[in-house]
């Protein structure tokens, strides 16, 4: 077990060893640039998945949709309640909705 990890630790450096590129090329399967905080207090992967939570999709759903697991689509929704500072689902929607303009 010890050795495997040494192995995937070799295939794949800490993150502080690795730094994204400075032209933006990181993207989203569907495009969106990762990583990036505009004026909502969101990344534009969390305004992907809070636009899809908007229309009513499940984790699974999300998942789905955007190439994920549920339980990491649960994640995202977890990070942007944090953001927005809300406690509950009903709040988190209000509060998207207002941000998201839908």
């Known amino acids: ?3 495997l990890l040494a192995c995937a630790r070799d295939l794949h450096p ?3 060893d690795v ?3 400075d032209d ?3 993207t989203t399967p569907t495009g969106i640039p990762v ?3 505009d004026e909502t207090g969101l990344s534009a992967r969390e305004k992907e ?8 999709k499940t984790y699974r759903e999300i998942g789905e949709t955007i190439f994920i697991s ?3 689509a649960e994640h995202h929704i977890a990070r942007i309640r944090r953001r927005l500072g809300v406690d509950t689902r009903a709040e988190m ?7 998201l303009g839908e």
């Open 49 to 56: 998945v809070a636009r899809l939570v908007l229309v009513g």
């Open 35 to 37: 990583g990036v905080v």
């Open 93 to 99: 929607l209000t509060r998207l909705r207002a941000l």
């Open 24 to 26: 933006g090329a990181r």
């Open 70 to 72: 549920p339980r990491t």
């Open 1 to 3: 077990m010890t050795r």
């Open 19 to 21: 730094r994204p590129p």
């Open 14 to 16: 800490s993150a502080a």
